[in-house]
């Protein structure tokens, strides 16, 4: 069966708002900061983002709850011939192996998605920091080049008002933000998280993160986040904060 282009916002949101959690990325996207960038396809009620607005090659975004893999199998080999040569994706656990065995996509290992479940346990936990603008951006850049080197981050996520962090002796040392905010889909997805080295252990991190939950809190319905399975100390610190996994997928990069 062949994919439909879909260009209708409000088809999209009825589309993913069957699990936000799980959609959470695409459901920001929805939003006019990312929506020019976006391209979207569908086969039954599953849904393929394919998004342009990153430095690179595109990503593509598929996900789905493990009864439905079968379906989101079908969309993917339907868009194979319509894909770029050269990109990344974030696939559901189980339909990674169409792309590694159709295209020849490298693994770059199992990731969770996790969402914000127990907010009484978030409101017990000590929360601290102040909100970060474009004029910390430089001193922002340089705690990434740091703690954090190789991480997506646009600039212009700054504007949301939605980036937190921690300063030890006038050295910002520890930030927590989004990667999407949409108050008008009510979820937000946190992103571009990092402690610098010297500071790590002592709970630093988990304060400013807490802080970017409780701020989000006020605006959105779902706090959601993708974290690497193998990451033992990042799942420690979510899962203390109130977050559970409602998700698994493989990131891969597809012609190099």
């Known amino acids: ?17 069957r699990d936000p959690a799980l959609h959470a990325y695409e459901l920001g996207d929805l939003d006019d900061f990312f929506w020019p960038w976006t391209g979207w396809y ?5 849904v393929a983002l394919v ?5 690179g090659p595109p990503t593509v975004l598929a996900f789905e709850r493990p009864e439905a893999v079968g ?15 050269r990109f990344y994706a974030h696939v559901t656990e189980g339909a990674e192996e169409l792309l590694v065995a159709g295209l020849g996509a490298e693994s770059r290992g199992l990731h969770l998605k996790m ?12 929360a601290r920091g102040e909100l970060l603008t474009r004029a910390d ?23 949301t008002g939605q980036y937190v962090g921690v300063r030890d002796k006038g050295e910002l040392v520890a930030v927590a933000g989004v990667h999407v905010w949409s108050p008008a889909q009510r979820i937000a997805a946190l992103g571009n998280i990092t402690t610098h080295p010297r500071v790590r252990g002592q709970g630093v991190g988990k304060a ?14 779902e706090v959601a986040l993708n974290v690497r399975a193998d990451n033992g100390s990042a799942l420690a610190l979510y899962t203390s904060l109130g977050f559970t996994t409602v998700g698994r ?3 891969l990069s597809v012609g190099g």
């Open 1 to 17: 069966m062949i994919p439909t282009a879909v260009h209708d916002r409000a088809e999209l949101a009825d589309l993913l708002r």
């Open 42 to 46: 569908r086969l039954g009620d599953s």
């Open 51 to 55: 998004y342009h607005g990153a430095s």
């Open 71 to 85: 379906a989101l199998r079908e969309l993917l080999d339907g868009l194979t011939g319509l894909l770029p040569r």
């Open 115 to 126: 969402a914000l479940t127990d907010r009484a346990r978030l409101l017990r936990q000590d």
């Open 137 to 159: 951006l430089p001193e922002l850049l340089g705690l990434y080049e740091t703690a954090y080197p190789g991480n997506w981050f646009d600039p212009r996520m700054l504007d």
């Open 208 to 221: 400013v993160v807490a802080e970017v939950c409780r701020r989000l809190m006020e605006t959105v319905d």
């Open 249 to 251: 997928y493989y990131e």
